[in-house]
């Protein structure tokens, strides 16, 4: 027997999605993703949620996307999100 997986995955990240990554699947990471925006310029982060640590300062997701890939061996989006009211 096979469990496939039919839930919609979107590759496209928003703010306030929540990352898992990891090197060690005993050992997972998670991180906000977020975007600030100073008014001018935008720019793109992982938040990591135990350290309170940005990683991964970079101008678009895809330069995210590519640190995370370099430096991790696991990255993805786990099913939830967190949103912020002001």
Known sequence: MKVIDKRKKEKKWKP?????????????HYGLFIKMDDGDEITWTL????TGKNIGYKHTKEKVYSY???KYTYFGKVNSQLEVWD
């Open 47 to 50: 938040w990591e949620l135990s």
């Open 68 to 70: 995370l890939s370099k």
């Open 16 to 28: 306030g999605d929540l990352i898992c990554y990891y090197n060690d699947e005993n050992k997972k």
